[in-house]
């Protein structure tokens, strides 16, 4: 998108939402590799959340960042612990053994997918949900990159992962206003951001994200977006069923998502089931996916009438995901053939890093 | 009838002892010790040049009026101290358990070396070939340290330690200790976008403390060192941050280039000159020649670019940029280039263009076809563009 921050490649993962049974998995696999410690002990990297539902971080959805038409930075707002992400809190495990009551050390408000065990609806007439599992979204145009005032977010020329230059944050959080998902955190501890990494140092041995490799509905496939063998390609560029989620944000999101194409049925006035109805409002669709989210439904349905008649469909062979090597098509060797050293935006600074700075006399 | 004149005459001086000094002087002593330094007023104004995206920290300043602090310095032949006093009604700390709370900050700025008193490095923590080393100090709860640790069971949490009991109490303590109650760093510039943390500095050291409603600051560094020297009379600039309006980066008061003279010799004394210089124009003619030549780009207080982004906000030049900066920057706008936005956060209001050397041009004309009196009476004018204090 901006010239600034373009990469040559672009890593990019989609997610069938169809299969996400929000059991948690991925959130588990992402917390126990990356952020069971040090000040990351609030952020899920990975969350599911129930939609409809205010989600992690609370109202991110109108908590601002993206980008207006014309390119300009949108302002928004940092969640704060307690009230958006959700205190980790613990129980008196230990005080068990004498006797006392079972209780949290702590009185919770909110916390990833509160939502779930919230409910709300008119059950059953009109009530629906289904699950969004979350990442970064590794834009093509990241928010939080250009809300930096440090030049401390990059983008990786070889695959399109955005990290943060931990040498350049200097955790005054402008990044998370500027994120439209509200998927780059602030550190308190080490008072630095921090965000999902794509896993680089797996997806540079050719492993998959953690959260993928994990996933138990088989949801997750992760694959360069040029590359037209691959079932991301296929998926986002072929068949045009994986969708960016909120693409009205402007910062050009690489998860995509295939949205859920068939919902709960509607009952009648007799309490029967109506034939082809959806309680799944079309608008909700829309506002999560865009206007292509139409389009992309239609052509599942229609892959699976295909499906039924003839046996045959690409693209329900590639959604049933059979094997982890096809929804996964990743390559260390191009990796390692690959300069890879971690190159911030602007390196003028380099030469005064570490070292003794030689000023001009 | 005594006592009201004598009532008069506390409120005069109470109102004389409120104007900025021209300099600050510094006093020369075997020891340094903060007590000896004689504190002169100094006139800190809200950062406006550049906005931020964060809608509450921006809610918050809107309408800041002018900060006054004291400032004073005492130094030897090797090192030099900088006091620095300001009234803070809240004191506003990081904590390691929040992501929205801020903590009270205080900076000192000086030149990476002795430059023309008329071309000092922009005030936005320098430019292109003008360096400047910053030191930097922040009320925070404790920071940890970044890496991951050979030993990862000092970062995990408890519930991921398999320990229990005492063993436990005594990691979670081994764990608390690695924590620092300082944040203060040392920093070089070339331009608010560079800036680079030195992590080898020697001879710094730094501490702040709260009492009675007032911030006292206190900055030891070598006289001269890499990255800053001492002249005749040193510029020196301060920025301070209020946590309590969601102070951190540009979302700070800021003085202009404050001299202190460290030698009584004519040369500190010209400097001193150039650098607290009023120009002698007509600041009403000034308003006219600048509605007509610079408000396209430009906001200067009531008139108001037509785009946002577009320029630096001049609405408080008047309080944080010398008389000579302003003068160079309107007849060779590439002298001291702005950093600007990110380019991707108003990639239609770029305020430099850079080629494949890296070479920054502004996006600004130079305006040397103005008649000199002209660009004194613009001078005049952007001089009186401050907040008031309050």
Known sequence: ?361 | MNKTVKLLTLTAMASISLAAADFITAVKADKLNAAKVKLENVMLYPQTTIGNNDKEATEKMKGAKALPAKAGVVFNDKEMMVVVKWKDATNSKQKEASTKLFGDAVAVQFPASCMEADKLPYIGMGSDGRQVSILLQKNVEAVYPVAENADVTMQQVRQNLNMFGDELKKKEAAQKALASSKYNKVFVAEGFRSMTEVKDAKGYEMSMSYKGGEWTAVFKKPLNDDYSKSCDATPMAIAIWDGAKDGRNGNKWLSSWTPIQMKDSPKAKADIAKITEKSKGNAANGKKLASENCAACHTMGDIKAPMAYMAPDLSNIGGYATAGYLKESILNPNAAIVPGYNKNAHPSGVWYNVDDKGTRTSTMPAFDYLKPNEIDDIVAFLQTLKAGVK
Not at chain 1, 132 to 153: E, K, T
Not at chain 1, 235 to 254: E, F, H, M, S
Not at chain 1, 293 to 319: F, N, Y
Request: hydrophobic content about 35%.
């Open chain 1, 1 to 361: 998108m901006s010239a600034n921050v373009a990469s040559k490649r672009q890593l990019a993962m989609v997610m069938d939402l169809n299969k996400c049974i929000g059991c948690q998995t991925c959130t588990v696999a992402c917390k126990t590799q990356w952020t069971n410690r040090n000040g990351r002990d609030y952020m899920y990297w990975n969350n599911v959340e129930t939609f409809p539902g205010a989600g992690y971080p609370k109202n991110w959805r109108t908590s601002g960042g993206g980008f207006d038409n014309e390119g300009n930075l949108k302002e928004g707002v940092i969640p704060e612990i307690e009230t958006g992400y959700g205190t980790p809190w613990d129980f008196n495990h230990e005080d068990l053994a004498k006797g006392v009551e079972f209780k949290a050390n702590a009185a919770p408000i909110w916390g990833p997918n509160w939502d779930e065990d919230q409910g709300a609806g008119n059950f059953p007439s009109d009530n629906y949900f289904f699950y969004i599992p979350r990442i970064c979204n590794h834009c093509d145009n990241p928010g939080c990159l250009a809300a930096c005032p440090r030049d401390a977010i990059f983008k990786r020329s070889q695959d399109g992962v955005v990290l943060v230059d931990q040498e350049r944050c200097q955790g005054y959080r402008f990044c998370i206003a500027g994120c439209p998902y509200k998927k780059i955190y602030f550190n308190p501890k080490i008072s630095k951001s921090e965000k999902c990494i794509f896993c680089f140092p797996r997806i540079e041995r050719g492993l998959p994200t953690a959260c993928a490799q994990q996933c138990v509905g088989r949801i997750r496939f992760v694959g360069f977006l040029d590359d037209e063998e691959g079932q991301v390609y296929k998926l986002v560029k072929k068949y045009k069923v994986a969708l960016p989620l909120i693409p009205q944000a402007n910062t050009g999101p690489n998860v995509y998502y295939v949205p859920p194409v068939a919902g709960p049925l509607k009952f009648d006035a007799n309490g029967k089931p109506i034939p082809g109805s959806d309680r799944i409002p079309p608008e909700q669709l829309e506002a999560l996916f865009g206007k292509e989210v139409h389009a992309a439904i239609k052509t599942i349905k229609d892959e699976m009438e295909i499906r039924k008649a003839t046996g045959k469909s690409e693209l329900l062979d590639i959604l049933i995901a059979y094997k982890h090597s096809d929804m996964f098509r990743l390559d260390a060797g191009y990796y390692a053939h690959h300069n890879n050293s971690l190159k911030p935006v602007d390196h003028r600074y380099n030469a005064g890093k570490f070292t003794s700075f030689k000023a001009v006399h």
